[in-house]
């Protein structure tokens, strides 16, 4: 059959890795269950990275149910999200891999919005929008300020690199069946991982595409919705890029990034002069920017900063 050929029945492998959500992962497969089906056949792989297993009951009480998506529990009790997409990965033998985060909620026509895009355009990949939910209590000048806003396309638009992700994604399966391709473990307590995979993978997909009829909600809790955390967010994104830079893994050299830094440090100080007179949200971004600088250097310097431990 040739690659781009679809089957009279698709089967999708839907992967999910979650951590001690259980409210959010009884959601999320309870979505899943909600999904049109036409021509699909559907199975939900559920990876638990919490050792403690918090997520076996979950899968449980839903695979007692009558549903038409079948459910499959997969145990990875090492801390390191590579390792925990990996053994999702290898429990994969579907036409389709769909990846989504356990704090993410698809509408009905996920998938097969999804489907319809790789069918139409002949593509390896399909990303797709996430789009924020925000907690009640979270202030609206920080909601509004377009912080958590990530880049939209028309559909069918090709998908840089760089907006690349894991969260919302279609993946011809036999880019993957059968192929070493696997996330690096090495970048699983750092960051960075999802992008060394898809680097890889990009060469041999062919085509990635953007399908906007495909959007997820994501699940921003309140604890997210405040400078502190962003700051600290904006600086593991700058250390994450020097890391890979220094593997050689980026199109920027260590001493693009050096450059990178020092611009962006001397604008903060410029900055700082004229910030009393912004709006919050205006001076929250040019804080990122120097967070992200300070960020690069560490990267320069001492190499992975690992936010997950």
């Known amino acids: 059959m040739h690659l781009w050929q679809r089957p009279s029945e698709s089967r999708i492998d839907v992967v999910v890795c979650t951590y001690r959500r259980p409210v959010l992962l009884a959601q999320l497969i309870e979505a899943i269950q909600a999904q049109r089906l036409s021509g699909l056949r559907v199975r939900l792989i559920v990876v638990d990275n919490d050792p403690d297993g ?23 009790p090492r801390c390191n999200i590579a390792l925990a997409r990996n053994a999702g990965l290898n429990a994969c033998n579907a036409d ?23 069918m139409r355009y002949a593509a390896g990949l399909v990303f797709a ?6 907690h009640p209590d979270a202030p609206r000048w920080l909601t509004e300020g377009g912080f958590f806003d990530r880049p939209r396309h028309a559909t069918g638009t090709a998908v840089p690199l760089l907006e690349a992700r894991t969260g919302n994604v279609l993946i011809r399966g036999s880019l993957l069946v059968a192929s070493p ?7 699983g307590l750092s960051g960075g991982e ?14 990635a595409v953007w399908c906007d009829e ?96």
């Open 214 to 309: 495909a959007a997820v909600s994501e699940s921003v809790p309140l604890a997210r919705t405040n400078p502190r955390w962003l700051l600290k967010r904006s600086f593991r994104i700058g250390s994450v890029e020097a890391s890979l830079a220094r593997r050689g893994m980026t199109p920027h050299s260590p001493p693009m990034l050096v450059l990178k830094t020092i611009y962006l440090a001397a604008k903060l100080c410029l900055d700082l002069v004229r910030a009393p007179l912004w709006p919050r949200a205006r001076r929250l971004k040019s804080w990122r920017q120097g967070a992200i600088a300070v960020g690069l250097a560490y990267g320069l310097l001492f190499g992975v900063y690992r936010e997950y431990k």
């Open 181 to 187: 391709l696997r996330f690096d473990p090495r970048l």
């Open 54 to 76: 918090s997520a076996r009951q979950v899968v449980e009480r839903a695979s007692a149910q009558d549903a038409p998506v079948a459910l499959c529990y997969v145990a990875e």
């Open 96 to 118: 389709f891999i769909a990846l989504i985060d356990d704090d993410e909620l698809p509408a009905v026509d996920w998938l097969s919005n999804l489907m319809a895009v790789a």
């Open 194 to 207: 999802d992008y060394a995979f898809f680097r890889a993978l990009y060469p041999s997909c062919q085509r």
């Open 129 to 134: 929008p996430v789009l924020p939910v925000f």
